[in-house]
Structures are given as structure tokens and as C-alpha cells.
């Protein structure tokens, strides 16, 4: 069975930095697109950025610039660094494995001063 586990989450001040994990167990991610999504208590889940085995990736236009999205196929891992960030990023965020309907707990992050 496929499982997610994130982490990274946390307070961080407006500006502020931080890298978010995610641990996915059985499955193998390579040849399998990955992705990070965000929810927060306004708005339906969002898509925020994916990449695929070969390490190209695309960004939703609110996180582009700011975000980087990597993996390690080896460690079945994905990560997302976040740069300069806003209030407005404050959300859960999820990993998710393509064609696969099954999330995890999510990390919080919440951006305030």
C-alpha cells in the first residue's frame, strides 16, 4: 500500500524559509510524476508544483521564483524548498505520486510575524 509521510512544516516569519520532505513507501517514484499541493481552510486543495523522473518541474505562477521542487529517486523522496515566504502560503501542504488517490497527513505551515 502507498503511504506519504511529510514533514517540515512550521512557524516561519514573513520572508522566511523552509524545506518540506516527503517519504513515500510502496511504491517505486521512478517513472512517476510527483507532485506538492496545498489546502488551505478557504480554498479547495491546489497543485503547486510537479516534477517528473527526470527532474524537470513546473510551479503554479503564486510560487514560481520562490519555490524549488527536487526528488531522490534512489531515497523515494521529495522535497520542496520554499524561499521568501508570504502569509498568503500559509496552508497544509501534501505530496502526492500520480495516478495514485492516496494522501498523507500533510505538514502545516503557517507564515506569520
Known amino acids: 500500500q502507498v503511504q506519504l509521510v511529510e514533514s517540515g512544516g512550521g512557524l516561519v516569519q514573513p520572508g522566511g524559509s523552509l524545506t518540506l520532505s516527503c517519504v513515500i513507501s510502496?511504491?517505486?517514484?521512478?517513472?512517476?510524476?510527483l507532485a506538492w499541493y496545498r489546502q488551505t481552510p478557504r480554498n479547495q486543495r491546489e497543485w503547486v508544483t510537479g516534477?517528473?523522473?527526470?527532474?524537470?518541474?513546473n510551479y503554479a505562477d503564486f510560487v514560481k521564483g520562490r519555490f524549488t521542487v527536487s526528488r531522490d529517486n534512489a531515497k523515494n523522496t521529495l522535497s520542496l524548498q520554499m524561499n521568501s515566504l508570504k502569509p498568503d502560503d500559509t496552508a497544509v501542504y501534501y505530496c502526492?505520486?500520480?495516478?495514485?488517490?492516496?494522501w498523507g497527513q500533510g505538514t502545516q505551515v503557517t507564515v506569520s510575524a
Open positions: 516534477i517528473t523522473t527526470d527532474g524537470s518541474s
Open positions: 510502496g511504491t517505486e517514484v521512478f517513472g512517476k510524476y
Open positions: 502526492k505520486v500520480a495516478k495514485y488517490a492516496i
